[in-house]
């Protein structure tokens, strides 16, 4: 069996108090050695600068870009991550110096995207965005790629495109996103009769857990989950059973990150859709994380920046079987008060969460009355599957049923009796 060789990595983070202080910028660089770590890298050491600005020429002091370059000489170190986007330029410049690959923070999760991508959706999507970020980078790109011996921050656009201008680049982006529309309108067609039904979404920081969760919830969903950042990148929908024949179907969705690129933000608008079309939100809090709340926020104002932020959301705090002793579990309730806790892994506490899901719901539902000929039993057995029934009466060739469904299954329902009634009174 061959034995992957790991390229040896640096990481590179800057201090500017009083905005962003030095510990904040150790929790980024510990998260950026955790995308290290998924895209096949082992981190050697992790630098940190203070200064007031950041320099336009070489993103760090010349002086720590001096003393960078010796440590990268001295160590054989492949590449230097930065937790933050560098221009072009800022590239290009420390290319010259440190003599080794440059990535940052935006280039490293694509290059994770493009290795977990699996569908054909997925694949078009991140080829997408790396295009779009590389775009304004082509200067010397293609050049620099096509003398790399290969490994992170390689994999995409330039190895396959080496000859490629800016005029193959853009065609290249108009076949892709025209594809994705054709995708997009594809799945709309076939999903269609998913607007008579209750959705509900996973969201959370990635890793939260969601796939897992997404398992206990449906057991026989059978969605890939791993302890790695991004391991879900397509949406998966299963049919979830709840209790008073309530049913809604769950979708797991890519998992948000502090400054998820923009332009991968925009590539997967037709896959965040499900979160946008989602009649609720089940928001996955990894609870053990020591900066769970910095990572609600960022989820928070990335539902706000895909326009769905004004959806019912049910906080879960998950993992609750890895915490300590010195969680406040009464700070968190109070801040959280309908918040649920859990451990998807375990199954601690899925079936309070079920419980919750099923309060919640029940805000949707309405009762309704409606008289229906016997010969009508399609429609009869689709009201048994998408409502709760409550009382059924027969009287002769007609049953009157009792139920109640959510407000948005309702409207279907009401259009179907009084066609039925028109039916039957011709």
Not at 23 to 43: F, P, S
Request: proline fraction near 3%; include cysteine; glycine fraction near 4%.
């Amino acid at each position: 069996m061959e034995t992957v060789v790991r390229e040896k990595a640096v990481l590179v983070g800057v201090s500017r108090p009083p905005e962003v202080l030095r510990r904040q910028v150790q929790d980024y660089l510990n998260e950026l050695e955790l995308l290290a770590d998924t895209a096949g890298a082992i981190v050697l050491q992790k630098w940190i600068q203070e200064r007031a600005h950041l320099d336009p020429v070489f993103y760090l002091g010349k002086g720590k870009v001096e003393e960078l370059s010796d440590y990268v000489k001295e160590e054989a170190v492949d590449l230097v991550i930065f937790d933050e986007d560098l221009s072009p330029v800022q590239v290009r410049n420390l290319e010259r110096v440190l003599e080794c690959k440059i990535l940052d923070r935006t280039a490293l999760i694509l290059q994770i995207f493009a290795t977990h991508a699996k569908s054909y959706q997925a694949k078009l999507q991140v080829e997408l965005a790396q295009l779009e970020y590389f775009l304004p980078r082509l200067s010397g790109l293609w050049t620099h790629l096509s003398k790399q011996k290969g490994g992170i921050g390689t994999k995409g656009p330039g190895e396959t495109q080496i000859e490629t201008d800016r005029r193959l680049v853009w065609q290249r982006i108009s076949t892709l996103r025209r594809k994705l529309r054709e995708i997009s309108q594809q799945h709309d067609t076939q999903t269609k009769w998913r607007e008579n039904v209750l959705r509900i979404a996973l969201v959370g920081y990635t890793n939260a857990g969601k796939s897992t969760l997404m398992n206990a919830l449906c057991p026989k969903a059978n969605v890939k989950a791993e302890n790695q950042l991004f391991a879900t990148l397509d949406t998966t929908t299963r049919r979830m059973t709840l209790k008073q024949n309530k049913h809604a179907l769950v979708s797991d969705t890519v998992g948000f990150i502090r400054k998820l690129p923009h332009k991968l933000v925009e590539s997967f608008k037709s896959t965040l859709k499900e979160v946008r079309d989602a009649d609720m939100l089940i928001h996955v809090v990894d609870a053990s994380h020591p900066s769970y709340a910095e990572q609600i926020d960022v989820v928070e104002q990335t539902l706000r920046d895909i326009q769905a932020s004004d959806k019912t959301v049910l906080t879960v705090f998950n993992k609750v079987d890895l915490l300590d002793a010195e969680f406040d579990f009464a700070a968190v309730k109070e801040r959280y008060p309908t918040a649920v806790f859990v451990s998807a892994h375990r199954g601690i506490g899925v079936g309070g969460l079920l419980d919750a899901i099923s309060r919640v719901m029940d805000k949707e539902f309405q009762p309704r009355t409606a008289r229906i000929h016997i010969s009508h039993y399609k429609f009869i057995s689709y009201l048994h599957d998408a409502a709760e029934i409550l009382n059924k009466t027969y009287d002769g060739e007609f049953v009157e049923v009792e139920f109640r469904a959510p407000k948005k299954i309702l409207e279907h329902i009401d259009a179907k009796v009084e066609q039925l009634r028109a039916h039957s009174a011709a």
